[in-house]
């Protein structure tokens, strides 16, 4: 599961990345993600945490750990987890690399979550490189006062993404329920078919 996000996250961000991730591992999920700063590194050190197994997709070369301030992470992952990159060793991390890195990101798992993103974040390009090749895509929703969440919101809004609130959510986009259990709520809150009134619309 490629959970992603805001570099610049906010403490809400990282707190539900932190859930999702802690959740996920604890049922053997992989937790994939590009190990920036942020969402990314909140996804991966909860995930390790958990004891679970977590995958970084690089954007230059294996040797080549970017950035520094995440390198003592990124070796714990390579050495509990696992390191991926299309780059020859030593090459090093550039603007149309990580453009390249979002399309593995979005076709590595069955599923991608982006929790925190403004509104041009490279994150989304990750979401619209996993929704090109069919696979699901969910958004975490935020204050609509923050322009960190701006970007999710636009995903919702386009029906890019579904919403997530937590790893149950998650795990719905890779196993989606039967179309009859989609009118669980109408039942419960009872406004099924049998409750409405023939003729009348609003």
Known sequence: MTITGARAATGYGEHVAVELASDLASTERIVVAGRAYGIDRAAHSAALAAGGQTIAVLTGGLDRLYPAGNHELLERIGDVGLLV??????????????????????????????????????????????????????????????????????????????????????????????????????????????????????
């Open 85 to 202: 990159s299309e780059m020859a060793p030593g090459a090093a991390p550039t603007k149309w690399r990580f453009l390249a890195r979002n399309r593995i990101l979005g076709a590595i798992s069955g599923a991608t979550v982006i929790v925190e993103a403004g509104y041009r974040s490279g994150s989304l390009n990750v979401a619209a490189r996993a929704a090109q090749i069919g696979r699901p895509v969910g958004a975490v929703p935020g204050p609509v006062t923050s322009a960190a969440s701006s970007g999710t919101h636009r995903l919702l809004r386009e029906g890019i993404a579904s919403i997530i609130t937590d790893a149950g959510d998650v795990n719905t986009l890779t196993r989606p329920p039967a179309a009859a259990n989609g009118r669980a709520v109408e039942h419960e809150a009872g406004v099924g078919r049998s409750a409405r009134r023939p003729g009348r619309s609003l």
